[in-house]
């Protein structure tokens, strides 16, 4: 590399034209983009669809109303915080957490309107298309048994249950394995039909676990001495066998 030595300059150099800088977004010059005819039409059609699903969820809940205070229903995050992240568009499946007596239920709740439906083992179809409802639930009904488990230091059995809201007709050939399926208005019924398998005390604790955030992002462990389960085949109201 050559250096060369300073020279005095002999006259003044002239000044350089001045560079515009690129207008900041905050800036009140700055007009906003507007959405396009494309963007504005899938906005709409993304909050209808939006309201479609919170009036089928809420019509799955109000289903539950006079199941009792044994029962308690929780909203809880059916999506990974990673997949939240790496995910664009919004979610289009709709559900909740049903904890009681007879267990513990992530509901999945499919809108199917007026459109027909059939039921074919693990497949659904609904207006020609095959969406993955059954695979869905049995996932989310999965990440939050491991969840709860983690945060109870006990394994949480969670069971999958896949209820359609809509007027439109259902043909079952087939119900699929290990996934509960039925209408919302049979869904207080479903839920009911195991009998009692865990304590109201032993819900309504679990309840309070599911509603705590840190539950969903690897909380702490919590001691397992106060949660009592009871063995296949006996319910909250058996007595203990008398010792001898």
Known sequence: MT?????????????????ASPPRADSPALEPLRPGPLQWARR????????????????????LDH???AWHVIEWPRTDVAEALLESGQDDRAGFLAIGPSGLFAVTIADHGRARVLVAGDVVQINGKRP???????????????????????????????TFVGSGVISVYGLPK???????????????????????????????????????????????ADYRWYDEGRTAADKPAARR
């Open 44 to 63: 709409r059609r993304a909050e209808r669809d939006a309201r479609r699903l919170e009036a089928a969820g809420a019509r799955a809940v109000g289903q």
């Open 3 to 19: 250096v060369f030595p300073a020279r005095r300059a002999v006259t003044p150099p002239r000044a350089l034209p001045p560079v």
């Open 132 to 162: 993955p409802y059954v695979a869905e639930a049995r996932r989310d009904a999965k990440r939050a048994s491991k969840a709860l488990s983690e945060a109870v230091g006990l394994p949480i059995p969670v069971t999958p249950v896949l």
């Open 178 to 224: 290990d996934c509960l399926m039925a209408t919302h208005r049979e869904l207080d019924r479903l839920l009911i039909a195991g009998g009692s398998r865990i304590s109201p005390a032993t819900a309504e604790k679990l309840s309070r676990v599911a509603q705590a955030p840190s539950t969903w992002l690897n909380g702490a462990y919590r001691p397992a």
């Open 67 to 69: 199941l009792g205070p």
